[in-house]
């Protein structure tokens, strides 16, 4: 699916799964690169809220830890640029004004998930497209850790396999994480606008 392809695709449908996005050899490098965060200790607990509302979640049960933009690793920088690409072409078809992407790594233990949510602060319309690739390498439908896209026909079920990219509209598309029996790990990012 080329780049193209999935601008239109999110402006038929506000949702887009793209299979092989991230090639073998990044998708291997980045989910490395997690799992060494998460050796050292500097993966965290995830928390959800912004500010004075920010608390250790309930709600979910992975690990996180941000990228940062100014100074990406090589295997960041490579993922920051494919990224990138998407949110030109969105913004050449879709005209949504997207200035940047902001991410981090997730690591679900077996067991965790993320209750049903939107990705967008009560207090902030930043977030306009979110963007979750798969570290995981192969997944089988019965290792569970599906991402749930609740849409307005039904739940549609997003099995975790590696390379693969799921794009939805981050203030219209309720979604949840399921508990999977095996250790999932993931990049979840947001395009932003000012
Ligand atoms: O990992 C996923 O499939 C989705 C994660 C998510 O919903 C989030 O971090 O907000
Ligand atoms: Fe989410």
Known sequence: MD????AQALEAHSWCVVPDFLDKRLTTALAEECRAFDAGASLVPASTGRGAGRQRSALRGDRTRWFEPDCPTAAQ???FSRMDAVRVALNRRLLLGLEDL????ALYP???GYMRH???FRDDDAR?????AYLNGEWHDTDGGHLRLHLPDGPHDVVPRGGTLALFLSAEIEH???PASRER???AGWFRRR
């Open 3 to 6: 780049i193209d392809a999935i």
């Open 77 to 79: 920088a490579d993922f």
């Open 102 to 105: 902001e991410a981090h790594y």
């Open 110 to 112: 077996p067991g965790a």
């Open 118 to 120: 939107l990705d967008r």
């Open 128 to 132: 306009v497209m979110s963007a979750v």
């Open 176 to 178: 949840e994480v399921l």
């Open 185 to 187: 790990l993931s990049i």
